[in-house]
């Protein structure tokens, strides 16, 4: 669940020193809309910089934000990434840009960009851009280089000072660095604390004298005996020597592990990195020792990670091996396997624990589709990819980067008839509730006109669906039906379960509803809910509730309209699905008013407005609206337009967790 505070990550070590810089900083972000933390690789910037968003999380009512682009490699993809970032699902329509600065113009947040230097330029526009439309934003950016923006500030880090760097060195080698040449240690490594955090592990078997030894002799033979190192270079030797002081499999593991960008499992470690020269059955020994060496962090979840600069070595020495085109398509085809199995088992009983793992993923995955649209000899499996991610972008509302990726990889030749089609009905949802009528429509037409001679009834009943969606918006109810009932048949026609015949069947009971008909609606929802349960899904078949509840509504049986309302709110918020929570959040304040409870159904109509805040939300489905507005106008009737904003306020000052809990609780 995105809360409203941030999604700043838990300290995993302690933190040291820095009190004069923190101090400051704090100052400064009171009142400067970008500052930027510079300074060379393993100083401290990203800790530094989470710090004081940590600092300052009081200050900043829409939370703190933190947005990593060290894998960034698209910069294309810069807006996408924040958005993701950020939680905003992207169900309205333009650039996602406007999306984002339409989201952040009356909001008081800060953004912490952390790694610029490789996109410097994608993020100096895209800061202009939003620091331009929203004046309480603001960005505090890390970079080897500075943005170049007039606004900017920026704020060179130093190393750790002789006393701090100490105090580093000590609370990460509690026991053995209390000895009188632990001071001579940290002025060698200049006070970087990633040097020092390095050195920290070798203190368990090595003196610190024969550490700094070690180290002078390597400057030495880098310098040929000349000057003293410059700073680069004695984070380059301390990373340097522990590599040497690696075992060779574990250099190897470091290697081909820098072909994951952000975080990473042990299964996937194990996919992607084993080979004859490197058991599968060995990759877990060997993580487990690279943690122990401060190479690999380990997080929460059995999950991995590497701190850049780690990984840069590990990567630059995996293209010295000559593995690294090897270990990126290694890399794509575990996420392009893992995308087919997402896609072939989404109409299934996993829905919840499907969307946290493709989410927590992204950032992979977004790597994979990268090559393949990038490399001519990898082309006609991006297509296929970016197709099996579908359901992610759909009910992730991760419309706007499904788009861009789906027009990108559609616009490429040769691409597998099969997966063009798959892409187009994919296109045509997304466009459709981002209300871009028009694309959705040309997509679903050319999508049937290629699906029916292939005799692929899914593609061609997701594409006559898709149109039918785009009828409901422009209010043609009857035309609508029409077409759900026409997917209805070309599902059939394919004998596996699957979404798209549940699909198909819950825009029939909606516009059924529209039209008056709701008995029929409901028996058609009984065939669907006997679909959907049969797989134990959830994600289609909660909007079935969410149409029970409006035909209750309708009938004005309150009681049971709540009941389903909630139970379609609970999977919602469970899947992250925002335009899903936004749906079954009107129909319970609906309810609300119905049973008589103003307040709780103002309360309600203030957390409708906080989830449409939270997530950048639309909701603008015109029956939608009108159930909304009415809700409304009948409440303020009953308790006054003070009563009315005030419990309003109360739902939309609550943090979503809390919004949420309300929400499904005690009427
Ligand atoms: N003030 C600090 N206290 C404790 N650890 C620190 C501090 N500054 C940096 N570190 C540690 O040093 C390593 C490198 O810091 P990081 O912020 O990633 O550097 P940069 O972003 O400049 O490359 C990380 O493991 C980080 O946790
Ligand atoms: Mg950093």
Redesign the pocket.
Known sequence: MRSRSGNLPAEV??????LRESAELVRVVRKAPLVTLT?V????????ALRVAKLTRGLFADGVWLVELSHLRDPHLLPHTVTAALGVATVSTGPPLEILADYLRHKRLLLVLDTCEHVVDACAELVKHLNDAAPDLVVIA?SRRPLGLPQELQYPIQP?PGDDALA?LAARAPENAHTPDAPLLCRRLEGI??AI?LAAVRLRTLSAAQIVERLDDRFHLLLGGQGSPERHQTLLTAIGWSHELCEPLERLLWARLSVFVGEFDLEAAQTVCADRSLGQDRVEGLLRELVAKSIVTALPAGRFVQ???LREYGASWLRRLGEEGLMRLAHRDYFLGLARQFNAEWFGPDQPAWCGRMRRELPNLRAAIELCLSDTAEQDLGLDLVANLGYLWMAGGYNAEGRHHLARALALADNPPASVRHALWVGAWLANFQGDLDDADELATECVTRALPAGDHVAAGWGVSCSAITAIYLGRIHESLALYRRAEELHAQYTQPEAGLSYALLGQAFTLLQLGRSKEAQEILARQRRLSAARGEVWLDSYGDWIRSLIELDHGNAAEADKYARDALWVKQRLFDALGMGTSLTNLAASAAQLGDSERAARLLGILALVEHTYGLRLNVSQLQVLRKRTERDITALIGHGSFATAYMDGFSMTIEEAIRYALGAK
């Not at 070590?13 to 820095?18: A, D, E, L, P």
């Open positions: 070590t302690s933190f040291v020193g820095r300074g690789g393993g100083v401290g910037k990203t800790r530094l890390t750790l580093l604390p990633l955090e701190l850049d600069t």
